[in-house]
């Protein structure tokens, strides 16, 4: 392997086998990014990759302690010369590309990103963003880095580890399965609480470089009582028994990418599926049958060879792409990207892996290296801080960069908090200039068009509250996956009830994505996590989940004599809204959504609402009627972009419901 003489870490043999595990786990990842329809579960091919990089880093490890070699400067030198030369390429051209291709928002987000990625912190990063008012996630270039970052956390402190317990002279075995043990307890409780805290947060990942740091350890006490790096199938009487297990191990992992879905609850006990398959096949040793002919074939180790730089470019391209395009591109395009990538991943091995990473003088790399890696990461943070890098060319029209703005109801109104008594994760935003007569209770898409009523009722001169709970059904009794939705409703609606002078409710929420429980038809695949009806948590059936839930709202308000209208939600598109703008000069599409596909979209929570509305004498305004005419449904007015995404209205959209007319009242 080619290391330098200043190097003392004992290296373990080559497998090719491993090698074509990892390209089964590149290319699992792959195919899910580019064909998430089709492959609902190949994310997990980075679960695999998780124990690979535990069982070669353990065992590296390992046999330095077993030897006296270990060095932490060695350990870490070899970790920068492995990580950061593709890493640095990839970042730089991320840069590059987008400050030509993306708006002020979108290059912000992704300075952002560089920073954290550099400082291997994207994890946390994308844990803090995610969530209901976090853009979608295939616009995000730098998406996949969250997975860099766990395992860079983890080589932070597993070395440090072992090396403490082997200098105390405690067994290894006895450190090393309880704490994955109790990570994996942590992943199971934490999956079951917050799902995607559980995905990105590192403690609920580390159990699967422990399974890793398990076989490595077996690997290197059989080494070192025998001095023959080998498996258990070089002996006769049980090599039927690891074809077996190799066989089923590889059957596990190809069966995760074909079952898992990342809506079942993933990580949790579902994550255990691949990393035991991995487990597994690694186990089998490189004379089984199935890693032999299967995996040790020379196109699989290949690309397994190719795995972490293809890994590191198969995104951003597909993701510039998506960004562009404004839309999922067409499968040929897709085809071509990930083909690219591939290319771009073979000359960034040969070209910048190979001379660095193993030159007989790469110790003389290694402070170039970090010192470049600070440097991007610091460029990628003065984007961030300078808001999107405004001054460049791409960015002609002041429109393009307030389009994509959020409201001003983002904000938590400390003021508003005090008098309603609630926690800032439920939002609440109240006019300055008159007291509030009118309150808006629903969820983000109550909270993107505050702006507009606050300046409507203002030309009244009545004030609004807005209660709106971002990801929470305006439905008394309604749980969404561990929100604390139904505390916040029961605070608004006790609000409202309390105060006489608020005598207009307006309900606003994305009604279709509720009641279907899915993201628009031409959205990337997200669906909505599951509703429970509190007083019958058995209940599956969506349609009466949110019957019941918007009847026990209305029932409230109602017979407190409040006067409700329930507004029709506006459009959602079937592209994003920013390739309405022209990127190097060109336009994409016109802007449009064919009215016939919202209809569609809306036409069974419509008649749920027209149903209740029949028994509690609510109003019902249709806000799509400002945005639909002559079968057409348009983001864009006199060249103005009206969404901040998808689905919420941003700043124009506000101004544009104003301005066009549009009447609540």
Not at 286 to 313: C, D, M, T
Not at 360 to 377: C, D, K, Q, T, Y
Not at 451 to 479: H, S, T, W
Not at 608 to 621: A, D
């Amino acid at each position: 392997m080619g290391t330098g003489k200043h190097l003392h870490l004992s290296l373990p043999s080559y497998r090719s086998d491993i090698d074509g595990l990892r390209a089964v786990a590149v290319i699992s990842v792959i195919l899910f990014h580019a064909f998430p329809e089709n492959v609902k579960g190949g994310f997990t091919g980075v679960d695999v990759f998780f124990v690979i990089s535990g069982y070669l880093i353990s065992l590296i490890i390992l046999k330095s302690l077993i030897k006296g070699t270990f060095s932490f400067a060695d350990f870490y030198t070899r970790r920068v010369r492995r990580i950061f030369p593709a890493l640095a390429v990839v970042l730089i051209s991320s840069l590059v590309a987008g400050w030509f291709l993306l708006f002020p928002m979108e290059y912000s987000l992704l300075g952002k990103h560089i920073a954290a990625s550099a400082a291997f912190c994207q994890n946390l990063i994308l844990w803090r963003e995610s969530g209901y008012f976090d853009v979608n996630s295939s616009v995000k270039p730098l998406l996949h880095l969250w997975s860099l970052g766990v395992e860079e956390q983890f080589y932070f402190i597993w070395p440090v580890s072992l090396w403490a317990i082997w200098k105390r002279k405690r067994g290894v075995l006895s450190f090393i399965i309880p704490v994955a043990i109790a990570s994996f307890a942590f992943n199971l409780w934490l999956t079951w609480h917050d799902q995607v805290a559980a995905f990105y947060f590192p403690f609920t990942r580390f159990w699967e470089f422990m399974a890793g740091g398990l076989l490595a350890w077996l690997t290197a006490k059989k080494v070192n009582e025998s001095n023959n790096e080998c498996s258990a199938a070089d002996e006769p009487k049980t090599r039927w028994l690891i074809n077996v297990l190799s066989l089923s191990g590889l059957a596990l992992v190809l069966l995760s990418v074909v079952v898992i879905d990342q809506d079942a609850g993933f990580p949790g006990a579902w994550a255990a599926m691949p990393v035991l398959g991995a487990a597994f096949v690694i186990y089998s040793g490189p004379k089984a049958w199935v890693n032999r002919y299967i995996l040790g074939n020379p196109l699989a180790v290949w690309i397994g060879i190719i795995s972490y730089p293809l890994y590191l470019w198969h995104w951003p391209l597909l993701s510039f792409a998506r960004v562009f395009v404004g839309r999922t591109p067409s499968i040929p395009v897709r085809l071509i990207l990930v083909a690219t990538a591939v290319l771009l991943a073979w000359l960034t091995y040969e070209v910048i892996e190979k001379p660095i990473r193993f030159n007989r003088r790469e110790i003389h790399f290694v402070p170039a290296l970090a010192s470049f890696i600070a440097v991007v990461g610091l460029g990628g943070f003065a984007v961030f801080h300078w808001n999107g890098m405004a001054i460049r060319p791409l960015v002609q029209n002041g429109n393009q960069m307030l389009a994509y703005e959020w409201p001003q109801s983002k904000k938590w109104d400390s003021q508003c908090g005090r008098l309603v008594h609630i926690k800032p994760e439920g939002y609440c935003e109240i006019s300055k200039n008159y007291p509030p007569s009118v309150a808006l209770i629903g969820d983000s898409h109550a909270n993107s068009v505050f702006d507009y009523f606050n300046a409507y009722f203002a030309n009244q001169q009545r004030g609004v509250i807005n209660l709106g709970k971002a990801g929470c059904p305006p439905f008394l009794g309604v749980e969404r996956n561990g929100e604390s939705c139904p505390a916040i409703e029961n605070t608004a609606i006790d609000y409202v009830i309390a105060h006489p002078e608020i005598n207009y409710v307006y309900i606003v929420a994305r009604f279709a994505a509720i009641q279907s429980g899915a993201d628009f038809e031409s959205e990337p695949t997200r669906s909505f996590y599951p509703l429970t009806l509190l007083s019958d948590p058995s209940l599956q059936d969506r349609n009466a989940i949110f019957k019941i839930g918007l009847a026990s709202t209305l029932d409230r308000l109602t017979k407190a004599k409040k006067n409700v209208t329930v507004l029709l939600d506006w459009p959602e598109l079937d592209f994003d809204p920013e390739s309405c703008s022209p990127r190097l000069g060109v336009v994409e599409q016109p802007c449009l959504i064919q009215e016939k596909l919202v209809t569609a979209r809306q036409a069974a929570y419509r008649e749920i609402i027209f149903e209740l509305q029949r028994t509690y004498h609510f109003k019902v305004i249709d806000m799509s009627t400002a945005f639909c005419h002559s079968g057409f449904c348009s983001a864009k007015i006199d060249g103005n972009v009206l969404y901040r995404d998808r689905q919420h209205l941003g700043v124009l959209g506000n101004q544009y419901l104003l301005t066009s007319g549009f009447r609540v009242n």
